[in-house]
């Protein structure tokens, strides 16, 4: 089943997540993807302090932080994470660094860290809700 375009309750709900999430490992970037072949949009979140060590206490976090939440809006189960060491936090970063104004970044239909993207969604930096 297609989940259908990004809406602004999840772009909201994720932001709220990433106020929280930011206090447990600084947020680098953040950004939902929907691969060309997925009917499916992903939260990704990259950051400096998640390497291969703490992986899995990251995505711990992850969990513990959307129950904290509480959010219809935000699916647990769709959220990546990454460190900016990644093909993919190197792919957002670079995706950013152009567009340094307070506006998100919505780029479509193109090769982004190793998939073919048909839209991503990049947050402005800092994330505010």
Do not use: H
């Not at 490992?25 to 953040?30: D, M």
């Not at 090769?111 to 402005?124: H, R």
């Amino acid at each position: 089943m297609d989940e259908g375009p990004l809406v602004e309750e999840q772009i909201e709900a994720a932001a709220r997540f990433l106020a929280r999430f930011d206090k447990y490992a600084p947020v680098r970037v953040a950004f939902w993807l929907k691969e060309a072949e997925s009917p499916f949009w992903y939260f990704c979140i990259v950051s400096d302090e998640i390497t291969g060590a703490n992986f899995d206490l990251a995505y711990r976090e992850v969990g513990r932080l959307a129950r904290e939440l509480r959010d219809p809006a935000f699916n647990v189960m769709r959220v990546k994470v990454f460190g900016i060491d990644t093909p993919m936090g190197q792919a957002a970063m670079n995706a950013q660094r152009p567009y340094p104004s307070k506006s998100p970044v919505v780029l479509r239909n193109r090769y982004f860290g190793g998939v073919e993207a048909a839209e991503i969604y990049i947050y402005p930096q800092p994330v505010t809700v």
